[in-house]
């Protein structure tokens, strides 16, 4: 009897869909993958386009991954210098300043990148991809934004959603023990198999400036405290014309101020939102190792979901704090976007 899990190279080309197919080499290389996922699934992988914005230690982590699944190609954006902080999370960075003195931090990640996977075109692009114009994005299937403002990220969404075809959108954090993904997948549409039968879904996607916007009252009661806090967080920076990540102990008073104004214009009680919570973020701005590992391989694997067209994507924040080592999804959205 044949078993219904071997597969030879020949058998797997001939499973890709119709257009570009599966070279025996790649069939060869992402064999086991294939087993779990499809040939069909790793073609898409295969002909995908991922940019790459911020070159902290959760993004090389989630760069390491997609490489490693075969994606087409991945394009790194970060001009900054590496710094004492940047070595301490980002695994990419080898620990010898020959090999990256003058260089960017996307130019030192893309060459160890490149070692992962030969198969993978991993290259640099420099500059502020939030000045440049709508259809330098239109050759991607998934942007992936770190590092930056509010004001920033919400604009490239926006870029990212006028163009006619659907291009999935994220953008992650990690402050010291806790983490966070959002999601913009649009309008998307998969299937999935429940038993024998194969079911058609579709969700609709907030854009990120639509989900951050969603009044507080009008959230579900049970909505992680870790939401309210990093939401806190993150408009005193804005307010403050900083960088995600440059505070302090010292800020706490100007957060706890802002904290009450917040809770007060949208009914909820303060205790939504503890004192040691924010301290934590205030104080926890490096990265840790451990937890850029799993919010960088939550957000590989939502990637993959997007693209391959396998798996019920999240929808449409991830939370992840180390302290109770939880993972919360958690659905922002206003009513009348849903399933």
Not at 103 to 114: G, I, P, W, Y
Not at 137 to 165: D, G, P, T, Y
Not at 279 to 289: A, N
Request: hydrophobic share 40%; with cysteine.
């Amino acid at each position: 009897m044949t078993n219904p899990f071997f597969y030879t190279a020949k058998t797997c080309l001939k499973l890709a869909m119709d257009g570009e197919e599966l070279t025996e080499q790649e069939t060869a290389l992402y064999d086991r993958q294939i087993r779990v996922w499809g040939a069909d699934a790793q073609r898409r992988l295969s002909k995908s386009h991922i940019l790459v914005y911020g070159m902290k230690g959760t993004v090389a982590e989630f760069c390491k991954n997609i490489v490693l699944a075969g994606v087409g190609s991945v394009t790194l954006v970060d001009d900054r210098v590496v710094t004492e902080e940047a070595l301490s999370a980002n695994f990419l960075i080898l620990p010898d300043e020959n090999l990256y003195h003058g260089k960017t931090l996307a130019e030192v990640c893309c060459d160890s990148l490149k070692e992962f996977n030969p198969m993978v075109h991993v290259s640099v692009e420099k500059g502020d991809i939030s000045t440049v114009g709508v259809e330098f994005f239109e050759k991607f299937n998934a942007v992936v934004i770190s590092c930056c403002s509010l004001a920033k990220k919400k604009l490239i969404n926006q870029k990212c959603r006028k163009l006619s075809k659907r291009i999935a959108f994220y953008t992650v954090e990690c402050r010291g023990s806790c983490g966070k993904i959002f999601i913009d997948l649009q309008d998307y549409k998969y299937s999935k198999k429940k038993l024998e039968e194969t079911i058609e879904c579709q969700l609709e996607y907030p854009s990120f400036e639509d989900a951050i916007s969603v009044p507080w009252r009008a959230l579900p009661k049970r909505v992680s405290k870790l939401y309210f806090a990093m939401r806190v967080i993150e408009q005193f920076e804005d307010v403050e014309g900083r960088n995600p990540g440059e505070t302090s102990i010292a800020d706490l008073p100007g957060v706890l101020k802002l904290r009450k104004e917040l809770c007060e214009t949208n009914s909820l009680n303060e205790s939504q939102i503890p004192d040691a919570l924010l301290e934590r973020l205030l104080v926890g701005t490096r990265e840790y190792p451990p937890v850029c590992a799993i919010i960088g391989g939550i957000l590989g694997q939502e990637v993959i979901k997007a693209i391959s067209g396998k798996g019920d994507p999240l929808k449409n924040f991830f939370f992840f704090d180390a302290m109770d080592g939880k993972g919360l999804i958690e659905d922002i959205s206003e009513p009348s976007t849903g399933s």
